[in-house]
């Protein structure tokens, strides 16, 4: 039956052109005009005309009617509104030239004819760059900114259902088009649209366009920035502190959440009445039960108070040393029955921590307590990703002030923590790892409680090798040489070379980043002169330790500092395995044969074909004097011992 009915559409629509074809008599064709408008108005969803239809001709005839004198424009441009509601429909219309006609139509004296070329123009146009560029190209984005603005001051319904779809056109128009949004932003459209904001709210369904309009001219920074220079913002929070706003305040919201990634703007905002206007809106909307459009509400209020803490200016305008509302507001969503408001307490409170002041007050305050028993509420339950990922962060931010980390630790955190050390999402894995490594900075009994956690340790060295996640393996890779640095214990090093990571590290020495070479060659450096050297000498080996130094001697690229340490970590080796007795060392740094040989000799043969004797000499007369006393303590160890003939 679907079947036969849509045979049966299409049938009427062809029939219907043809005898607008066959028709000479103006009349004859309005006739027609009117069935054909009638079938396109009562088509439903899966009843549309398609494009596969005698579509060209018809536009054909459109283009004919269009420009005769006294034609029915307005019902054509009616019909073309509505055809061009289907998305394969739009482009046939922009190919058949009928852009440039419905572009004059917008100079019309009969509001009602400008009405209907809105219309049709804004349907062609929907996400169509190419239907957008011909408008332009058509000199149409500034006849429909003259329209708009000539109309400002006009009465009566017909305007003011006009205004409503010339905001829709611009919106169309410009929505994504970069270009044309600098366009109409130099061509004067937020001037218009804050008049229409001021003078026009009370018209149904106006202010909702205008608010959409203005968010697609503030995709950009340059948009953005136009609305700083022009005090648009200021117009938006006149509206919105009106009692108008109840029919548009989600659309209101997410046009501040848009202007408010300009850092200029986060301080105006700040400084205005907004939170204390978002606060309330929580406060009446964090019924669990509240209605969908409610929670809409209160996601984004909450959303923009964040929003605004992530600027540093903003932030502290807010913070008010500890007493402002937003700070109170955003201690108590760590409680709440709410998960969004949960998420977004942490997120605040992790945007707070931005400077050791707050973080010390913070914590002064138990907010780290607050942190850590939301925490334990997702321990055993299906995780709450974004909320794990906020607390978090948080907490990572929290223990980066030196007076936070033995309250954070006394607190309990370390165990908290370690709950989540099985989680398989690795986004949580990452800011769990930077909070760990915050913790253990400095601190001796934190970083040796997690180096001394067998389990924890096989879980990190893992991570070390994960591919999937850049952020996981950095973040891993430099918690395991934290853990060395900071817990300075043979138990912690025995466990973590156990755990088959000490191939990590060394491929850490090479990387990119200065300050992660440098923590693998510090905590290399502990490794050898640790009494563990002997149960590590395989696995150096197999990590190709020596080739490494002589790859970062070598480079002429790489930093003094680096280099040093390079120097000081070969030389510790040297005067390590000096101290071996020869009958009991293994062979594992030179190692071909596993038969028990001398260590020293080894890593001396291996030194001297890696070229590490001559490049140290060289490196006595460095202009750094850092890499020259490290390159001249090198050569002193390594003439103390016996020579290797070469």
């Not at 937003?326 to 945007?351: D, H, P, T």
Request: glycine share 6%; charged share 25%; proline share 2%.
């Amino acid at each position: 039956m679907e079947i036969l009915r849509l045979l049966d559409r299409r049938d009427k629509f062809n029939k219907i052109i043809d005898q607008l074809k066959g028709q000479s008599e103006l009349g004859e064709k309005e006739k027609q005009l009117d069935d054909l408008l009638n079938l396109v108005t009562n088509a439903g969803d899966n009843d549309k005309i398609s494009s596969d239809q005698p579509f060209s001709e018809l536009i054909k005839e459109f283009n004919q009617l269009m420009i005769t004198k006294d034609g029915p424009h307005q019902k054509i441009a009616n019909i073309i509104a509505e055809l061009a509601k289907t998305e394969s429909l739009r482009q046939p219309f922009v190919d058949g030239n009928i852009i440039p006609t419905l572009v004059k139509m917008l100079q019309s004296s009969d509001n009602n004819d400008v009405i209907q070329a809105c219309r049709a123009l804004g349907n062609i146009c929907y996400e169509n760059d190419e239907a957008r560029n011909c408008v332009d190209e058509n000199d149409g984005l500034q006849t429909l900114l003259n329209l708009m603005k000539g109309i400002n001051s006009n009465n009566g319904t017909d305007v003011t259902k006009l205004r409503t779809v010339a905001c829709g056109l611009l919106l169309n128009v410009t929505n994504t088009h970069e270009l044309l949004q600098k366009k109409a932003l130099e061509g004067g459209a937020l001037d218009i649209l804050e008049d229409y904001l001021k003078n026009h709210a009370e018209e149904e369904g106006l202010p909702y366009m205008v608010l959409l309009a203005l968010d697609s001219l503030a995709e950009t920074d340059f948009g953005r920035q136009k609305m700083v220079t022009c005090g648009t913002y200021k117009s938006v929070l006149d509206f919105m502190h009106s009692s108008k706003v109840n029919s548009a305040q989600d659309t209101t919201l997410d046009l501040l959440c848009s202007l408010a990634e300009n850092d200029e703007i986060k301080v105006k905002l700040a400084e205005s009445f907004l939170c204390d206007h978002l606060i309330q809106t929580i406060q009446s909307n964090s019924d669990e039960l509240a209605e969908s459009n409610q929670q809409q509400l209160l996601k984004l209020s909450s959303d923009l108070i964040v929003l605004l803490l992530t600027g540093d200016k903003s932030m502290e305008i807010l913070f008010e040393t500890g007493k402002g509302p937003v700070y109170k507001e955003s201690v108590r969503w760590l409680e709440s029955s709410c998960e969004y408001l949960q998420i977004s307490g942490a997120l605040a409170i992790g945007n707070f921590a931005r400077n050791d002041g707050h973080c010390i007050l913070l914590e002064d305050e138990g907010v780290v307590t607050k942190m850590l028993n939301l925490l334990k509420t997702q321990d055993n339950k299906e995780p709450n990703i974004p909320l794990l990922h906020a607390i978090l962060s948080a907490l990572r931010n929290l223990a980066i002030p030196v007076a936070n980390k033995s309250k954070l630790y006394k607190a309990g955190a370390i165990e908290v923590l370690l709950n989540f050390a099985s989680t398989p999402i690795l986004p949580v894995t990452f800011k769990l790892l930077g909070a760990l490594r915050m913790l253990i900075d400095g601190q001796e009994e934190t970083a040796r409680v997690l180096g001394r956690d067998k389990e924890f340790i096989t879980r990190l060295v893992e991570w070390c090798g994960v591919e999937e996640h850049a952020g996981v393996k950095g973040e891993a890779t430099r918690l395991l040489a934290w853990i060395i640095k900071n817990g300075k214990n043979a138990e912690v090093i025995k466990n973590i070379v156990r755990a088959d990571g000490v191939q990590y590290l060394v491929t850490m020495a090479t990387s990119e980043h200065y300050l992660m070479q440098n923590e693998a060659l510090i905590a290399l450096t502990l490794i050898v002169g640790s009494s563990v050297l002997d149960e590590a000498a395989m696995a150096l080996k197999e990590a190709e330790l020596i080739e490494v130094i002589g790859n970062l001697l070598k480079n002429q690229q790489t930093l003094p500092n680096i280099m040093a340490n390079t120097l000081s970590l070969t030389r510790a080796l040297v005067m390590a395995v000096s101290h071996r007795p020869p009958q009991l060392a293994q062979c594992t740094l030179l190692a071909c044969t596993g038969m028990l040989s001398n260590m020293q000799s080894n890593v001396r043969e291996e030194l001297m074909c890696a070229g590490i004797p001559d490049l140290a000499k060289q490196l006595s007369t460095h202009e750094n004097e850092d890499v020259r006393n490290a390159a001249e303590m090198l050569t002193n160890v390594l003439e103390e011992g016996p020579s290797v003939e070469r």
